[in-house]
């Protein structure tokens, strides 16, 4: 893992700088050779800021039935190894914790019934799908674009989240003052969500 990055970028993201650390990682994929990972180049989720909205809403909704919700949290599926679908999961929470311990996210109160497919980067599920892990492992530039098409990509998800939090509160739903925390599964690259 590109540790170095991977600090850069969180620092962007507790300053809610979240454009500037797509450009950052955008820029470091850019000074590497070509290879089949630069095709998250100038893309994003966007289009899937109303669906998310929706997902958002209802799993509020249901969580408020059962327990006072101080906090969300969304993960995406390990996405470099589970190439076939790529998902995100929501739990709610009644304690909020910090993202300096992360070990609060354990103990979520409740966890969507289903998950939200996320669609629209499925050339990329396939490159990682396609990809032997030895060529990664062997292959400096392959291994660094791997891995910051990764870092881009969890951005990309985190940005998302930001336009779905801009359509809740310009809609005045009533999750849009819940803090709300965005990663991939196993990444430490977390954002609480803000406009």
């Known amino acids: 893992m590109n540790f170095e990055l991977t600090t850069r970028l969180n620092n962007y993201l507790i300053e809610n700088k979240l454009d500037d650390a797509i450009q950052l990682a955008e820029n470091q994929l850019k000074d590497i050779p070509k290879t089949d990972f630069h095709k998250i180049l100038n893309r994003n989720l966007k289009h899937l800021a109303e669906p998310l909205t929706n997902f958002l809403t209802e799993f509020y909704q249901l969580a408020e039935k059962e327990i006072e919700v101080k906090a969300i949290y969304s993960e995406m599926n390990g996405f470099t190894i589970n190439t076939d679908l790529w998902f995100i999961d929501l739990f709610a929470f009644t304690e909020l914790g910090t993202l300096d311990d992360l070990d609060w ?45 990764e870092l881009i990509i969890i951005l990309r998800l985190q940005e998302l989240f930001q336009e779905s939090l801009k359509i809740a509160i310009k809609n005045d739903l009533t999750w849009k003052n819940i803090p709300l925390f965005v990663t991939a599964h196993d990444s430490e690259l977390i954002y609480e969500v803000k406009p």
Not at 106 to 115: G, L, N, P, Q, Y
Not at 127 to 133: L, T
């Open 105 to 149: 996210l354990s103990d979520f109160e409740i966890s969507a019934e289903e998950s939200m497919v996320i669609s629209g980067f499925e050339d990329l599920q396939s490159v990682y799908e396609n990809i032997e892990g030895n060529e990664v492992m062997t292959n400096r530039d392959l291994n660094n674009a791997y891995e910051v098409c």
